[in-house]
């Protein structure tokens, strides 16, 4: 008897629920893999695996034991940093996906910088820091401010920004804590505007897909850590520099040897209007831009057409190349550190017709941790809007009207 196509998805959390909703729309068997037994997602699963997504070699063992009793047709993630273990499962399994060891490049920031810059690929200059002695020999030859963070972190854990009056000492022990192979990486900070730009690789050409403005306004606040507050989808950048930056992306993702799925750039236009790659991910983006943002401006259904990348599927171009449809502004919320005891100002915005969505991560009673990356923030608003001004105008007007009432602990 011949199976449904069958679904591995690598990671279990909030933000994978909807990939998971979508397989199953397809008509697809899923499977889900995460170290949390009670991990949201799994609920959407047809099986759940219990391994962790960071380890691959476990991963790989569990689904290989599972792929005994029951076909597996293709494996991928979303909004979770674990590209080798995805790749490893795949070339277990002979499944489409890159090579285990492009994907070990993805997720090491310093090997993924040497190979940009053997290829010439433009980047901001970086030092590797192998310890403390290490950091005060670069910053004889680097100039404030500067970018310290873990070469293999996630969400922001452990990036500082660095200035002349940085306590060094806390600096390094507090980049190297957040990390797991215990090496830093220097980054020369690159004034200019930020882009997170989406993309997949079609039958070995990459396509740009989304190109969404990321704001760092709140820098002053909340520094030395550096922590993103939405932003805009789609950029004002015009076509041009979005051709460059394609161009680019394609170099960079050459250089670490993957011309297949997903790949999500962080880029930096300097003032002199050129773009750098700070670093690439070898998945779809979280923070609801691949599930959410994607769809509603461009129309392009980025994670459907991931899935059916990973299952081996025929992908058309066409489908994915469109000019965005609306403008969506999104913003995150920022509440002071200490017990939360009331928030106000939900319902009231929840009745506005541009008000896109809300999310609220936090209730009464809980405790907000000192915002010192992504997953610490409190809750997201996006608004819609006609223009790139009005999205932006409105998602800021959202966030400042949601009061958190905090006891301090």
């Known amino acids: 008897m011949q199976h449904s196509k069958t679904l591995l998805i690598i990671g279990a959390g909030r933000e994978q629920i909807p990939a998971y909703q979508l397989a199953k729309s397809k008509g697809l068997t899923v499977i889900g893999t995460d170290m949390a037994a009670d991990a949201p997602a799994l609920a959407f699963a047809d099986h759940a695996l219990i391994a962790s997504t960071r380890d691959a070699e476990e991963s790989v063992r569990v689904v290989k034991e599972f792929a005994k009793i029951h076909p597996i047709d293709g494996v991928m993630t979303i909004a979770n940093d674990v590209p080798y273990t995805v790749a490893r499962i795949a070339a277990e399994l002979g499944l489409p996906g890159i090579p285990p060891a492009s994907a070990k490049l993805f997720a090491h920031k310093v090997k993924m910088k040497h190979a940009f810059r053997a290829k010439g690929v433009a980047t901001p200059d970086y030092w590797p820091i192998a310890d403390r002695a290490a950091l005060t020999e670069a910053l004889t030859q680097a100039e404030f401010p500067l970018i310290l963070k873990p070469s293999d972190g996630r969400g922001a854990r452990g990036v500082l920004y660095l200035e002349q009056d940085t306590d060094l000492d806390w600096a390094y022990e507090h980049a190297r804590a957040a990390g797991d192979n215990g090496l830093l990486i220097l980054e020369r900070f690159i004034q200019g505007p930020q882009l997170s730009v989406e993309g997949l690789f079609v039958d070995g050409k990459y396509i740009g897909i989304a190109y969404a403005d990321r704001n760092y306004d709140n820098l002053t606040q909340t520094k030395p850590f550096i922590i993103e507050d939405g932003g805009v989808i789609p950029s004002q950048c015009d076509a041009q520099l979005r051709t460059e930056i394609d161009a680019l992306i394609s170099r960079a993702a050459a250089a670490l040897g993957s011309d297949w799925g997903s790949v999500k750039a962080d880029i930096v236009v300097d003032l002199d209007g050129n773009p750098m790659v700070i670093e690439l991910a070898g998945r779809l983006s979280g923070n609801y831009l691949a599930t959410h943002h994607i769809p509603m401006t461009y129309d392009v259904d980025i994670v459907g057409a991931l899935i059916d990348l990973s299952l081996g599927h025929r992908v058309d171009a066409k489908d994915l190349k469109k ?46 941790p000192t915002i010192d990356n992504h997953g610490a923030r409190a809750g997201v608003v996006f608004c819609e809007g006609a223009s790139w001004e009005q999205a932006r105008d409105r998602a800021c007007n959202a966030a400042n009207s949601i009061h958190f009432k905090v006891e301090k602990t």
């Open 323 to 368: 000019n965005p449809i609306r403008y969506l502004g999104v913003r995150y919320l920022f509440p002071s550190t200490g017990r939360i005891t009331d928030i106000t100002g939900v319902e009231d915005l929840r009745s506005k017709d541009y008000v896109w969505m809300l999310d609220i991560f936090r209730q009464p009673g809980d405790i907000q």
